[in-house]
């Protein structure tokens, strides 16, 4: 028989012994920039697991020597996240308590983890959130755009055509809209927000939330993209976009393109007043108005 590991000797059982209790699998988020950010709890719950699963561990490695924790740190990141995920599972399943962290901010928000919880609660290990910073939820409570209703689209494409095409598909939503951008992609992000949203929608620009150079900006997207492209300093550092939703003018004249292209296709198939009735019924637009809108659509054709 051969010798083991010392990493080994925690997956050893007594034959006969009881199965022991599942440890927990933490999910702790840390400071996106002020490290007086993180929360007691957090603290706590680093130093007493008996593993930290980091995103980079050297990166985490800082963190922890700042607050003086010795945990140890392992690698949990988007390249061996779903193939080492089952090394993490074997450790919970022992009994051991596991923190997942990510380089900053609430693990999961367009980090790596998803597998890792998703992998815990399959085999009913208890998943515990330690809630803490969140650069999207930091940057919305300080825009002034409405936040009762709101959509995360985490980073776009980085090419200018397939980042156009993402926004083309969001550009008539009526909720807020938060944007993750990277610091040297940020001013063709908001020159292609501009032009597909219009440059009177009102935007802001959060950038560097929480560290010395932190700027939050609010203006309409062409006026943010001006302001950005003359200042090379407010292309540096993580960035938060938010946007606000589509709105119809006041006057409920306009209709969008979606209710346009479903009166279309129903106009095809059906009576024009039928076609304008099911489309309402659809899209939420006005009968009357997607009726007028079919009549001169069919005198143009």
């Known amino acids: 028989m051969r010798a083991l590991h010392s990493s080994e000797a925690c997956f050893v059982t007594t034959p006969g ?10 999910v702790v988020a840390t400071p996106i920039g002020n490290l007086d950010d993180i929360s007691a709890r957090a603290l706590s719950v680093l130093r007493s697991v008996a593993l930290i699963a980091a995103e980079d561990t050297r990166h985490s490695a800082r963190l922890m020597q700042h607050f003086g924790i ?5 690698a949990c990141h988007e390249h061996n996240e779903r193939d080492h995920g089952s090394r993490f599972i074997a450790r919970l399943q022992t009994g051991d308590d596991i923190a997942l962290i990510s380089d900053a901010g609430t693990p999961l928000i367009s980090d790596p983890g998803y597998h890792l919880v998703r992998q815990a609660r399959a085999v009913n290990i208890t998943v515990v959130p330690i809630p803490g910073a969140c650069a999207l939820i930091a940057a919305l409570s300080a825009a002034g755009l409405p936040s009762d209703r709101f959509i995360f689209e985490g980073f776009l494409p ?20 938060i944007f993750y ?6 001013l063709e992000c908001l020159e292609d ?10 935007a802001l620009l959060a950038r560097e939330i929480s560290k010395t150079f932190e ?3 609010g203006l309409p997207l ?50 024009l007043k039928r076609a304008a009735a099911l489309a309402a019924e659809i899209t939420g637009v006005r009968k009357n108005l997607l009726y007028q809108v079919a009549l ?6």
């Open 17 to 26: 012994a009881p199965n022991p209790v599942p440890g927990t699998l933490y």
């Open 70 to 74: 010795g945990t140890p740190l392992a």
């Open 158 to 177: 980085a090419k200018t055509a397939g980042r156009r095409a993402r926004l083309e598909q969001v550009k008539e939503e009526s909720r807020t809209l």
């Open 181 to 186: 951008e990277a610091p040297h992609r940020i």
């Open 193 to 202: 927000m501009s032009a597909v949203f219009g440059a009177e929608r009102p």
């Open 215 to 217: 700027t939050l900006k």
């Open 222 to 271: 062409g006026e943010l993209s001006a302001w950005v492209a003359s200042d090379s300093n407010q292309q540096r550092g993580e960035c938060v976009v938010v946007v606000a939703g589509w709105q119809a003018p006041a006057d409920d004249s306009a209709v969008s393109a979606e209710a346009l292209r479903v009166l279309d296709l129903l106009l095809q198939e059906l009576p």
């Open 296 to 301: 001169e659509r069919q005198k143009d054709a």
